[in-house]
């Protein structure tokens, strides 16, 4: 026997010099082909239940699937396309795994609050940000340690809370009107030119916003829910959020091509590649950052029971098996996972809230006289930093030295002169008031709506055993995918979804919440059969009316819903009404030409509100309709973003006149 494997393995084989690496190459088919029958025979035998009654687009890859199609960058559309076409539930397949794509409400609640079990693509954003092995309370697939996490930290973020943790925001945006404003110094000369076409009422510069929003928020999160004294002196802090950021990234593609996770986490690599050797030295930069942090948190005192906030919620966590107080290694992940989701989700929103008020300029206005007619970040809100060395020279004078002239002036900064300014927490806004203005909240949740940054999450794994949903039974082991984005933009839950329109939210307090199946335009069909939309009405298929006796489900979820919904949706909503409303009222925002949907866009965004010609309306003369630009400038990244976002800001009248400088 040996002899013969010594013929076939070597060069006096029937092919010669190419003997060994033929058998080697055949050993290797053998073996995927025996993966391949481990993995399909049973696919063909094991029962499917009403998985097969249930509608598919096309398979593009026999062996593939649908793969393909979510590989592009706004895949969300393109399932929103299916969503229209195959109804509010129906299939698809990414190589053997079957996924039951779901936009209909009443399904999705009882996913949402029935099936706990998440799929191992947060394991996998948690393990490409924390290393191998890193889960987070996001992550997990074992219910013990979230149940642990979930409960020691939620009531870290009560209103109570965050209202203390409001003072890390306003020093957060602080640092953002300041850096705003030097740009202004800096390029106004550069870019008065270029922008004649937006000029009328004072001067306009371009921002790229993108990086300013990202670390704002960023150093909210550390200075609000962790009390950091000043997240700006950490080590490591200016590359934080790009490091996180391309690691999302990189686990966003993961999640939609198996090959390349598989990839990533081979030895081979980082030596193959300088992508995923670059990734691998962000990980780690990241895990060091996050762990000093833990540590900085473990190292204080032992909180009072009724201490709270998260840093002593985190502070008195304990292993769910041992019971013993964790380290900062052990700690690491839950504080990276509260880092990533209080900074990359807020930082989307609101700039996508600048996008949409870009695009329809009346209601960016309307939004502006509001807070103007509230006081919102009006007359002293703004102060210089240099306020208490101002404070220092008036003491020195009264001691009878003579103070230095940029003493007096305050160093000569102020705003608009280049010198940071901070925000008065005396005089500014607070939660509670940012929460009663009607037009900002209403901006605020038809942004929300339309492009929510939490579009394709939400997925769940059916248990180990057949699951009846919506009147369907289906197989253990399928994801289950409520998808949000489908949620919010299906013809069947929103009348006109593509419009932006904020009277669904003035005129109706309960517009979050699902209408009856009866009240919706939906077209007559049972599951697995396609839907055509001329005119016909009924039902779709759902829980049945008996389930439907209960309080309806919501329709809007941009922070999910059920026991997993986001624990920190108090602080995030909090963050993005402070962020919004101090833009808003200091500044007209508009798109930058570069963008590829200039003031043609916004124009006949403005036209189709008062028309209800809606987002089919043409841009930049006709170059595609709105929403195809807008697909075309996103990207998704775990969490679903615009790939730049570039602004002309100017001055509104009379702002900075009352800043105190």
């Given at each position: 026997?040996?002899?013969?494997?010594?013929?076939?393995?070597?060069?006096?084989?029937?092919?010669?010099?190419?003997?060994?690496?033929?058998?080697?190459?055949?050993?290797?088919?053998?073996?995927?082909?025996?993966?391949?029958?481990?993995?399909?025979?049973?696919?063909?035998?094991?029962?499917?239940?009403?998985?097969?009654?249930?509608?598919?687009?096309?398979?593009?890859?026999l062996?593939?699937?649908?793969?393909?199609?979510?590989?592009?960058?706004?895949?969300?559309?393109?399932?929103?396309?299916?969503?229209?076409?195959?109804?509010?539930?129906?299939?698809?397949?990414?190589?053997?795994?079957?996924?039951?794509?779901?936009?209909?409400?009443?399904?999705?609640?009882?996913?949402?609050?029935?099936?706990?079990?998440?799929?191992?693509?947060?394991?996998?954003?948690?393990?490409?940000?924390g290393?191998?092995?890193?889960?987070?309370?996001?992550?997990?697939?074992?219910?013990?340690?979230?149940?642990?996490?979930?409960?020691?930290?939620?009531?870290?973020?009560?209103?109570?809370?965050?209202?203390?943790?409001?003072?890390?925001?306003?020093?957060?945006?602080?640092?953002?009107?300041?850096?705003?404003?030097?740009?202004?110094?800096?390029?106004?000369?550069?870019?008065?030119?270029?922008?004649?076409?937006?000029?009328?009422?004072?001067?306009c510069?371009?921002?790229?916003?993108?990086?300013?929003?990202?670390?704002?928020?960023?150093?909210?999160?550390?200075?609000?829910l962790?009390?950091?004294?000043?997240?700006?002196?950490?080590?490591?802090?200016?590359?934080?959020?790009?490091?996180?950021l391309?690691?999302?990234?990189?686990?966003?593609?993961?999640?939609?091509?198996?090959?390349?996770?598989?990839?990533?986490?081979?030895?081979?690599?980082?030596?193959?590649?300088?992508?995923?050797?670059?990734?691998?030295?962000?990980?780690?930069?990241?895990?060091?950052?996050?762990?000093r942090?833990?540590?900085?948190?473990?190292a204080?005192?032992?909180?009072?029971?009724?201490?709270t906030?998260?840093?002593?919620?985190?502070?008195?966590?304990?292993?769910?098996?041992?019971?013993?107080?964790?380290?900062?290694?052990?700690?690491?992940?839950?504080?990276?996972?509260?880092?990533?989701a209080?900074?990359?989700?807020?930082?989307?929103?609101?700039?996508?809230?600048?996008?949409?008020?870009?695009?329809?300029?009346?209601?960016q206005?309307?939004?502006?006289?509001e807070?103007?007619?509230?006081?919102?970040?009006?007359?002293?809100?703004?102060?210089?930093?240099?306020?208490?060395?101002?404070?220092?020279?008036?003491?020195?004078?009264?001691?009878?030295?003579?103070?230095?002239?940029?003493?007096?002036?305050?160093?000569?900064?102020?705003?608009?002169?280049?010198?940071?300014?901070?925000?008065?927490?005396?005089?500014?806004?607070?939660?509670?008031?940012?929460?009663?203005?009607?037009?900002?909240?209403?901006?605020?949740?038809?942004?929300?709506?339309?492009?929510?940054?939490?579009?394709?999450?939400?997925?769940?794994?059916?248990?180990?055993?057949?699951?009846?949903?919506?009147?369907?039974?289906?197989?253990?082991?399928?994801?289950?995918?409520?998808?949000?984005?489908?949620l919010?933009?299906?013809?069947?839950?929103?009348?006109?979804?593509?419009?932006?329109?904020?009277?669904?939210?003035?005129?109706?307090?309960?517009?979050?919440?699902?209408?009856?199946t009866?009240?919706?335009?939906?077209?007559?069909?049972?599951?697995?059969?396609?839907?055509?939309?001329?005119?016909?009405?009924?039902?779709?298929?759902?829980?049945?009316?008996?389930?439907?006796?209960?309080?309806?489900?919501?329709?809007?979820?941009?922070?999910?819903?059920?026991?997993?919904?986001?624990?920190?949706?108090?602080?995030?909503?909090?963050?993005?009404?402070?962020?919004?409303?101090?833009l808003?009222?200091?500044?007209?925002?508009?798109?930058?030409?570069?963008?590829?949907?200039?003031?043609?866009?916004?124009?006949?965004?403005?036209?189709?509100?008062?028309?209800?010609?809606?987002?089919?309306?043409?841009?930049?003369?006709?170059?595609?309709?709105?929403?195809?630009?807008?697909?075309?400038?996103?990207?998704?990244?775990?969490?679903?973003?615009?790939?730049?976002?570039?602004?002309?800001?100017?001055r509104?009248?009379?702002?900075?006149?009352?800043?105190?400088?």
């Amino acid at each position: 026997m040996w002899d013969s494997l010594s013929f076939y393995y070597s060069s006096s084989g029937p092919a010669g010099a190419w003997t060994p690496f033929l058998a080697v190459l055949l050993n290797l088919l053998g073996v995927i082909l025996a993966l391949a029958l481990t993995k399909g025979l049973p696919l063909l035998f094991k029962p499917t239940y009403d998985l097969r009654k249930l509608p598919s687009p096309p398979v593009g890859d026999l062996i593939l699937g649908h793969a393909k199609s979510l590989l592009r960058p706004d895949y969300h559309r393109v399932i929103l396309d299916w969503t229209r076409k195959y109804g509010s539930i129906f299939r698809l397949r990414i190589l053997t795994q079957w996924t039951v794509v779901i936009t209909d409400p009443w399904v999705a609640a009882q996913v949402l609050a029935t099936v706990p079990r998440r799929t191992h693509n947060y394991s996998l954003v948690d393990e490409v940000l924390g290393g191998p092995g890193k889960v987070s309370m996001f992550g997990t697939l074992d219910e013990a340690h979230w149940r642990n996490v979930r409960k020691t930290t939620a009531p870290a973020f009560s209103m109570t809370n965050v209202r203390r943790y409001y003072g890390g925001v306003l020093s957060a945006a602080g640092e953002l009107l300041t850096s705003l404003e030097r740009h202004l110094d800096q390029n106004l000369d550069r870019d008065r030119h270029q922008l004649e076409a937006y000029g009328g009422g004072g001067c306009c510069w371009v921002v790229d916003v993108e990086a300013p929003l990202q670390r704002m928020m960023l150093r909210a999160t550390l200075e609000g829910l962790f009390e950091v004294p000043d997240a700006r002196d950490l080590p490591g802090f200016d590359l934080l959020a790009p490091r996180i950021l391309s690691l999302m990234a990189e686990a966003n593609r993961q999640i939609t091509d198996p090959i390349r996770a598989a990839w990533f986490r081979s030895p081979l690599a980082p030596l193959m590649s300088k992508h995923v050797a670059e990734c691998r030295r962000a990980t780690r930069e990241v895990v060091a950052f996050h762990t000093r942090t833990a540590a900085r948190l473990l190292a204080r005192p032992d909180p009072s029971p009724d201490n709270t906030l998260l840093w002593a919620c985190l502070h008195r966590l304990r292993h769910p098996t041992t019971g013993r107080k964790l380290s900062p290694t052990q700690l690491h992940p839950e504080v990276g996972m509260y880092t990533t989701a209080g900074f990359d989700t807020t930082a989307s929103t609101v700039g996508w809230c600048l996008y949409a008020a870009s695009l329809h300029p009346q209601q960016q206005e309307r939004v502006a006289a509001e807070l103007r007619a509230a006081g919102v970040f009006g007359r002293g809100a703004v102060v210089p930093e240099q306020r208490e060395e101002e404070r220092e020279a008036q003491e020195a004078r009264g001691r009878g030295r003579a103070a230095e002239p940029s003493e007096a002036a305050g160093g000569g900064k102020g705003r608009g002169t280049g010198g940071a300014v901070r925000l008065d927490p005396r005089v500014a806004p607070g939660p509670d008031e940012l929460a009663r203005l009607p037009l900002l909240n209403a901006f605020i949740n038809e942004t929300m709506r339309l492009y929510p940054s939490t579009a394709v999450s939400a997925e769940r794994t059916s248990p180990d055993h057949p699951v009846r949903l919506g009147g369907l039974t289906l197989p253990p082991g399928v994801v289950l995918w409520p998808l949000v984005y489908g949620l919010h933009m299906s013809e069947d839950n929103w009348e006109q979804p593509e419009e932006f329109r904020l009277e669904r939210w003035l005129d109706d307090p309960h517009c979050a919440l699902a209408r009856p199946t009866g009240d919706r335009v939906v077209s007559e069909q049972q599951p697995g059969q396609s839907r055509q939309r001329q005119g016909q009405a009924g039902r779709v298929p759902g829980p049945g009316p008996a389930a439907e006796e209960g309080p309806a489900p919501r329709r809007f979820m941009p922070f999910g819903e059920g026991p997993k919904n986001c624990v920190g949706q108090n602080f995030g909503i909090t963050v993005v009404r402070a962020t919004v409303a101090l833009l808003l009222s200091r500044y007209r925002v508009a798109l930058h030409p570069d963008m590829g949907v200039g003031p043609a866009a916004a124009a006949a965004a403005a036209e189709g509100e008062g028309k209800g010609s809606g987002i089919s309306s043409s841009c930049n003369g006709g170059s595609g309709s709105l929403a195809a630009r807008t697909a075309a400038l996103t990207r998704v990244a775990v969490v679903t973003k615009l790939a730049r976002l570039r602004l002309v800001l100017s001055r509104r009248e009379g702002e900075g006149e009352g800043d105190e400088a």
